[in-house]
């Protein structure tokens, strides 16, 4: 058969290729299945044990092979390249005719299976996250959202990879316009191959949008499922366990799951905590070296006299002081994500602890210059998005050098100019820092400060136009 040679010619290099020459009531069939892919005891026990049961002829062949196979991913093809792509997929290939062939899914189970978040843990909340598999990840969504007004848009991304991406939202929530922006852009991704979400990322976002996250990678189904009731848009990717969310705003960082599942007061105060840690996490290394630099009059005389009393014997500038403490720590988190678990987080806290107990022994580093170094950095902790702790993490540095050579006055156009970003920054063409620029007055219920989930009535109207959220009867 013709087509039996085109397939031969482009998979037999291949080690994992297997070809079974069958021949049932003197028809001959052929079977072509990826070792790796495929499950063997699927092919063995239902597939060909159907087949060698079946009688077939030359006139029916193609109707018994169809209608009585055991399986209900049974697809007719009769081109090389669907032939070749359901092969990749994990699909049993039967010719039957000169250039006719079935496409029976007999995937082997290659996933890990349904675990914790390893990167957004929960206290109060569902437990499970999403795997390296497309299936299961819109599963899990699915088994929230059980309505057929969610929408799950396919497509297949990666010249050599063909990646399966889908686009999910909910039909009568997210407006249509956004929803085609995002496919848009999917449909413009023109790369050899996509091996994980954050390929796409790079194509959702804004390339003058230098420090601050506007797609969110998330392994929680529940943040999906909450953020597609909201309007907003995921991005499912195939062999990836992380779903994309977008569009997202400065306000979503601040969130997490957890916040729908406890009391509103605690909510309001947590994000409060939140919102402070923020701010610590830039300024205050670069207050610290503008007070003692540039403005020492800012301090109380006590705490002045203090700090010189501990700088006294350093050689280094606060500036320096500050630079050494913070790539120290910047070092210590990089080996500590990544060295082997095993190993546990020993290492890093020893090293750590002689490193800043040494540094002070010797007269290298003040005391008070790791206290203020310590701060800032767990306070960049407390975000989940490693996009937003790498943001904070520019943004103390920016702010150390302005507060060398300008002090105080520095670190006060550095603030202007985070500001600035944040109001001027657009995702999906909308503003990142909603619903404070611009004002929305609904949206300021589930913001910095959170009401009750019954008082909560409105949708973003940046997101939907069908705003109202069902009532309480």
């Known amino acids: ?104 899914e007999a995937k082997a189970s290659l996933d890990r299976g349904i675990s914790n978040s390893s990167s957004e843990s929960t206290v109060r909340g569902s437990k499970d996250s999403f795997n390296e598999n497309f299936n299961t990840n819109v599963g899990l969504i699915r088994r929230r959202l059980r309505s057929e007004n969610c929408i799950m848009e396919s497509l297949f991304i990666g010249k050599e990879s063909r990646t399966k991406v889908g686009i999910m939202y909910m039909d009568t929530i997210a407006y249509p316009s956004n929803v085609d922006k995002v496919k848009e852009k999917m449909q413009k991704v023109d790369i050899d191959g996509v091996l994980d979400s954050g390929f796409l990322k790079m194509y959702l976002e804004k390339k003058s949008n230098l420090f601050f996250p506007t797609v969110m990678a998330t392994e929680r189904p529940d943040r999906v499922s909450q953020a597609l009731l909201e309007g907003k848009i995921a991005i499912v990717v195939d062999n990836s366990p992380y779903v994309l969310i977008t569009p997202t705003f400065f306000i979503d960082y601040l969130h997490t799951p957890d916040d729908y599942y406890q009391r509103a007061l605690n909510i309001s105060f947590i994000r409060i905590i939140r919102f402070l840690a923020f701010l610590v996490a830039i300024f205050t290394p670069a207050l610290y070296i503008a007070t003692t630099t540039h403005n020492q009059g800012a301090l109380p005389l006590d705490l002045l006299l203090n700090f010189a009393s501990q700088r006294e014997s350093v050689p280094f500038s606060p500036l320096v002081e500050a630079l050494f403490m913070s790539i120290a720590f ?144």
């Open 1 to 104: 058969m013709e087509i039996i040679e085109k397939l031969k010619e482009k998979l037999q290099m291949n080690g994992d290729f297997i070809f079974r020459d069958l021949t049932i009531n003197g028809i001959k069939i052929y079977l072509i299945q990826n070792e790796v892919l495929c499950s063997s005891t699927y092919i063995n026990h239902y597939i060909l044990k159907a087949i060698t049961t079946l009688p077939l002829t030359n006139e029916n062949k193609e109707a018994l092979l169809y209608d009585l196979l055991p399986d209900n991913s049974v697809i007719k093809t009769e081109k090389l390249e669907e032939m070749l792509d359901y092969y990749y997929k994990g699909f049993a290939l039967i010719v039957y005719d000169e250039n006719k062939a079935l496409a029976i």
């Open 330 to 473: 910047e070092i210590l988190r990089e080996s500590d994500i990544r060295k082997p678990a095993a190993m546990g987080s020993a290492v890093s806290i020893l090293g750590g602890l002689i490193l800043g107990e040494a540094a002070v022994s010797a007269g290298i580093i003040s005391p008070i210059m790791i206290i203020v170094i310590a701060i800032s950095a767990i306070s960049g902790l407390a975000f989940s998005s490693m996009e937003m702790i790498a943001a904070l993490r520019f943004l103390r540095f920016i702010m150390m050098f302005l507060a060398m050579f300008f002090g105080l006055f520095g670190i006060y156009c550095g603030g202007i100019f985070i500001l600035a970003m944040l109001t001027t920054t657009s995702t999906l063409n909308l503003p990142y820092f909603a619903p404070f620029t611009p004002f929305i007055k609904s949206e300021l219920e589930d913001a910095l400060v959170k009401f009750k989930n019954k008082k909560i009535k409105k949708r973003n109207p940046l997101l939907t136009k069908n705003i109202v959220r069902g009532r309480e009867k």
